[in-house]
């Protein structure tokens, strides 16, 4: 069969009956209810991880209405014969997913949340046909299915259709629950003391959850996924034989992400061996628990684009898929001090931090340990060594993906915040001629910005570009003219002029002269400013720029 993958498929049976290529992790079925045994258990995970497959793929298991044996052949769970003819589609089972719950008011988002909820009444319409129904327990339900149930019906609604599933089918219930946090998370950001927003989709998710997971004789067992496990609040207090396992704990810590073992049979399905290196460099790196592993979902979407192009590049697919404001509300934070940190982990380096999987989303900002925490337990900072415990642990950037993130927030954080007066002192400089002041312009700047030793020439090349972007002329990076691609073209249009910048990145100070001169030399080889007089611009000066980690040397190429 032809290797393919599903990108952007968490449907357990659709992969399988696709025939798309699955990584076995259903061996964590076993795990969970033979030897750990908890009556609630809560995995966090950082977003793209493969939460939502693995609730998928639990859902086939269990669900007794539904046949999965053919879906599960040949699977490691088929191993353990006993236990599948014990568990193996014998346990009515209620799904739902609160990562949709969300909008600018809570009112909406309540909305959205009673609407999730009556959808899950449709798919389960069934039971209000059952005698062994009572009427209450029916009208609850027509309330919940055309949204008119009261606010005490609808954080009941999830034991009430457990209680009707027991009485139809004469057996406990299992419970999933994903994404969980959602709702506080996003209220959490539009909150406000005015319509005190978070603290109302609190106490709606803390009575569903509470109603649903305390005492409740219905529950055979609750899985819930989320990205933090929210302390403090009492969503979870109380609950019998809870278990929360989260990234820095060792329990099940192989089973969300992919192992490098589990990479490398991949890309040789894939007949890709030969990208093993670069696979382990971008998207590798993250230790959870005891145990390194892969982001699933930037593996499988380079694969995809390998099937496609074999010559396809990587990139970074969280750019478009994560929130990354996080990053930014961190590092624009002046209290905490956190650019020197920064700096370090850039640099390919570790911090020391107290980290904690503890956390309240109305706190988060409150101190630096707990924007630390944050940025663990949600992937773009992982432990340096899987070995070490205890609360205090060193962290490190786990790979290129996530390092482009950083350098990208960092870039951010420069444009909003670098003073428009400097920039147009460096632009004065530049159309003047004038090397010194444009040296000592640029300098400035990239003291102004976090920055780091290990620097590619990229970075400085978008460092350029973000300083001239947006004060009133044309930029153009490394857009193809004359032999080659100048790194920066920058028109002044309304004056006629333009400016011709090359780059290079020196290995010391004293080789920044000679690197200024082997730019102008690249400039005049590859003619980058051939035909702009012909274009009808009186004024063309070349540039080229040296940098030493936060130092620059401008020098313009004689006329």
Known sequence: MEFAVAVGTSDFEEIRTEGDYYVDKT?????????ARNKVALFTRPRRFGKTLMMSMLKNFFDIRKDSRAIFEGLDIMRHEDFC???????????????????????????SLKGLIADLCGELSGLVKSPAVSPADSDIFNRLMFKTATDAEVKGSLKTLMRMLYVVYGRKVILMIDEYDVPLARASERNTPENRFYQRMLDVIRGLMSAAL????????AVITGCLRIAKESIFTGTNNFASYSVLDKEFSRYFGFTDEEVGRMLEAADRKERVSTVRDWYDGYVFGTSHVYCPWDVINYLSSLRNNPAARPKCYWKNSSHNGILY?????????????????????TVEQTVSDMLTYDTLHSSEDNLWSVLVM??????ADPD????????????????????DTVARLFLDTVDRSVQDGLMDALWKGDETAASKAISNLLWRTISYNDYHEDYYHAFLAGVFTGIGYEVQSNKEKGLGRPDILLLDDDNRRVLVIEAK???????????????????????????????????????????????????????
């Open 85 to 111: 003819k014990k568990w193996m589609n014998q346990r009515p089972v209620i799904f739902i997913s609160l990562k949709d719950v969300e909008a600018g008011s809570f009112e909406v988002a309540y909305d």
């Open 378 to 383: 949600t992937g773009y900072v992982t432990k």
């Open 329 to 349: 509300s961190f590092v624009k934070r002046p209290e905490f001090k956190v650019g020197g940190k920064f700096e370090i982990l850039m640099n390919g380096g």
């Open 505 to 559: 990145k020196s290995k010391s100070e004293a080789d920044m002269e000679g690197d200024c001169m082997t730019a102008l030399n690249q400039i005049e080889r590859k003619k980058y400013a051939d035909g702009l007089y012909e274009y009808g611009y009186t004024q063309v000066r070349c540039y080229g720029i040296a940098f030493f980690r936060k130092q620059a040397k401008v020098v313009l190429a004689k006329e």
């Open 214 to 221: 305390k005492d409740n004789e219905f529950l055979e067992l």
């Open 27 to 35: 061996e964590l079925i076993y795990e969970l209810v033979a030897k």
């Open 388 to 407: 070490e415990d205890g609360e205090t642990v060193h962290l490190r950037i786990p790979n290129r993906e996530v390092a482009t993130i950083f350098q």
